[in-house]
């Protein structure tokens, strides 16, 4: 089953449920694959609309990291739940343990020696990474290791 027909499915299964969290989660994830095929004036496939989820998972992160800073632990409880319902949609997450050994593994491939290949390691990076883990936590570990 693609990843668009898991969006259907789980807007139905939403609505019958009359969970509203989740069906506005779902409805925000398709308006802006549906969006981002009119930009692109073609049918997005599995890995474009994985791209789609992991922007909007980054907003989330940021919305959370910016109401926490604001005090406002209501808008924190429900960014959060959305984030839940989003990640639901991406491929599982890595640990850090395993965004450590990549980097590990990538640097050695690459034959980086410090901070100035740090653009070289994360090209080789991304696609391995892409809707898996949070491109600012691999950045980070990349930072730290090539310093």
């Given amino acids: 089953m693609s990843l668009k027909e898991q969006l259907n499915e789980s ?4 609505m019958k449920a009359r969970d509203d969290l989740r069906l506005s989660a779902v409805r925000m994830i398709r308006s802006m694959v549906k969006n981002r095929e009119i930009d692109l ?4 496939n ?5 791209e789609v989820i992991s922007t909007l ?4 992160r940021e ?3 910016m109401y926490r800073e604001g005090n406002r632990p209501d808008l924190v409880e429900k960014e959060e739940a959305e984030l839940e319902v989003l990640l639901d949609f991406l491929p599982a997450q890595l640990s850090s343990a395993e965004i450590d050994a990549l980097v ?4 050695a491939e690459t034959g ?6 740090m653009g070289r390691v994360m090209k080789a990076l991304t696609p391995l990474t892409a809707g898996k883990a949070d491109g600012k936590t691999v950045s980070d570990t ?3 290791k090539l310093a």
Wanted: charged fraction near 40%; avoid cysteine.
């Fill in 57 to 60: 998972t980054k907003q989330r």
């Fill in 104 to 107: 590990d593994r990538i640097i």
């Fill in 46 to 50: 599995d890995q474009e609309i994985i």
């Fill in 142 to 144: 990349v930072k730290l």
């Fill in 63 to 65: 919305s959370i990291r």
């Fill in 41 to 44: 004036k073609k049918e997005l």
């Fill in 112 to 117: 980086a020696q410090g901070a100035k290949d």
């Fill in 11 to 14: 807007m139905k299964t939403a």
